[in-house]
């Protein structure tokens, strides 16, 4: 197996372990085993990663994050940014999966798409900091909402994340630099400076920024490169 189906492997290894709350109907109706992580899409070798919160029904179904209401969204929008004009088909909105990754806090699908607990994301953080600091080549995420960006609270200073996004004036325009940790199997420790690029989620409900997104999506993008 190559490194990076190993670290799938041991996600599913966590997850069989110990139960927790997974979308088990979903799951059947998409013929996917229900502890198969759905961990990510895209370019390993891309500068730029798109990171929410956990999958939805569309996702669990296309075996890829981001690919439901907001995803498109959001993939809509960088196909924009590069190509000057909207896809034309669902065939070409997945070409932006050659330049970007796409992943979650966790790789699974909560029941009724409520939030997974802090427990649950600590579970499998391990294997999330290995695909970001050890298999991912990139240093800049876009994080889609608050539980995404609040994620990285432990790889910054004291109280600087959580700082940050209290500065509602600033915090969806300006970058934070935090420093991103793994170990490896062999208890080896890797480490990258990650630039954070803060946007709300693009949910529908999301009534506040929904309207908005697409242009803040296009205002982020125009501060990476990629």
Known sequence: MSDIQTLISQVQQEAQKEEFPIDIPVYKSARLEPTYPVLYAGNLQSPLCFFGRDLGRDEVHARQPLIGAAGKLVRQGFYQAIHQQSAASDQELQTVCDRILLTNTVPYKPPENK????????????????????????????????????????????????????????????????????????????????????????????????????????QRLTQIDF
């Open 115 to 218: 939030a997974y607990s802090t427990k649950v994301k600590e579970r499998f953080r391990p294997f999330i900091e290995r695909l970001l600091v050890i298999h991912w080549q990139g240093h800049q995420i876009i994080t889609l909402g608050t539980e995404a960006f609040k994620w990285f609270a432990p790889y910054g200073e004291k109280g600087e994340v959580n700082n940050f996004f209290l500065d509602k004036e600033r915090r969806y325009e300006t970058k934070l630099a935090v420093n991103l940790k793994a170990t490896d199997d062999l208890g080896m420790e890797y480490q990258k400076i990650i630039h954070l690029l803060p946007l709300p989620h693009p949910s529908p409900l999301n009534k506040t920024y929904y309207a908005k997104f697409p242009q803040m999506l296009q």
